[in-house]
């Protein structure tokens, strides 16, 4: 069964500039979800899908983020314009359902360096 | 609780030894767990859960202890091989709304 895919795995961007990141959840994964991850901390969740309708998105800087999953597979992540501390790596996860968070399963990430 | 930043906890051991990392909790109304195993440039790969019904549970080397008096939990790992070496996160969540926050990472090092 094919994980969690995301890209780009890398980007380098100056601050200012914008950004999109792309995942494809597991196959049937009704939920899923983009987490921000800091060097040394834990990931931290920006917005949760059920679907293509959004379930948590208190976390969300929405003044510069935004995110959507159309069609209730795909989602995009796109930060504009973004600043020095979004900085981290952007993982998407997903989930067979959306009590009790499942089992997550997660993408390797996209890691993000704005100079 | 929120994370710390850059000062992550260390635990070093041998090859063959048992590992306990441990985790403190903030939310007593949290009733579902998990731990996570993070490699280096991968995202976090589940390791076990427990509910807040359940003092312990086991899997295959490890074991998750659950003390909700003091909002502790702990991860063993039994006979730790150098492939066990990563990142270990544990999260919380309250079960019906399906939203994981993750705690403070532990950063276990497994020698030859």
């Known amino acids: 069964e094919a994980g969690v895919a995301q890209s780009p795995r890398y980007k380098i961007i100056e601050k200012r500039q914008s950004v999109a990141f792309w995942c494809n959840p597991i196959?049937?994964?009704?939920?899923l979800y983009w987490y921000q991850q800091i060097l040394g901390q834990g990931p931290k969740l920006l917005i949760q899908f059920q679907n293509n309708g959004v379930v948590d998105d208190s976390q969300l800087p929405k003044d510069r983020f935004s995110a959507e999953r159309l069609k209730g597979v795909d989602s995009t992540l796109k930060i504009q314009p973004a600043k020095l501390e979004d900085s981290a790596v952007y993982l998407c996860?997903?989930?067979?359902?959306?009590?009790?968070?499942?089992?997550?399963?997660f993408g390797e990430g996209s890691r993000l360096t704005v100079l | 609780g929120e994370s710390v930043g850059l000062h992550l906890p260390t635990l070093s051991v041998q090859e063959g030894d048992n590992s306990i990392i441990n985790c403190a909790y903030s939310?007593?109304?949290?009733?579902?767990f998990i731990w996570y195993k993070q490699e280096s440039g991968k995202g976090p790969q589940f390791i076990i859960d427990i509910r807040s019904n359940m003092d312990k549970r086991q899997g295959q080397r490890v074991t998750v202890l659950l003390n909700k008096t003091v909002k502790h939990l702990s991860l063993q790992i039994a006979a730790t091989q150098p492939g066990d070496s990563a990142v270990y996160f544990c999260a919380e969540n309250i079960f019906q709304y399906g939203k994981l926050t993750f705690g403070q990472g532990t950063i276990l090092t497994v020698h030859p």
């Open positions: 196959s049937g994964h009704a939920t």
């Open positions: 996860a997903s989930s067979l359902t959306r009590l009790g968070a499942g089992e997550l399963f």
């Open positions: 939310n007593s109304a949290s009733d579902y």
